[in-house]
């Protein structure tokens, strides 16, 4: 069973940065793909960012050129750097772990184990 835990979520204005990090218990971290996924209130989940065991990086449309997902292995964690945030971007942020050895998946049922979710607020 992994376990994932989010952080730093929080309250930015329209244009600011924020930085997610998601921590790992999985000791075969390293192998596994990672995503981050988001969830605006009364919409539904939507994949924003993936990296795979080897480090290929897939992004949605709305995280282009904006996000940067970024893995470092030595401490079974992933991150999420956010810039030139929008007040679109409001939503709870999940951490994702994939299978083993997988590809930097956009799709909710190529992973296995989510984090609790972390709260990004972003204001005009």
């Known amino acids: 069973q992994v376990q994932l835990v989010e952080s730093g979520g929080g309250l930015v204005q329209a244009g600011g940065s924020l930085r997610l990090s998601c921590a790992a218990s999985?000791?075969?971290?390293?192998?596994?793909?990672m995503g981050w996924f988001r969830r605006a209130p009364g919409k539904e989940r939507e994949f924003v960012a993936a990296?795979?065991?080897?480090?290929?990086?897939d992004y949605s449309d709305s995280a282009k050129g904006r996000f940067t997902i970024s893995r470092d292995d030595a401490k079974n964690a992933v991150y999420l750097q956010m810039n030139s945030l929008k007040p679109e971007d409001t939503a709870v942020y999940y951490c994702?772990?994939?299978?083993?050895?997988?590809?930097?998946?956009?799709?909710?049922?190529?992973?296995?184990?989510w984090g609790q979710g972390t709260q990004v607020t972003v204001s005009s």
């Open positions: 999985e000791r075969t971290f390293s192998l596994h793909a």
């Open positions: 994702a772990a994939g299978r083993a050895y997988g590809l930097a998946s956009k799709l909710s049922f190529d992973y296995d184990y």
């Open positions: 990296i795979s065991w080897i480090d290929q990086t």
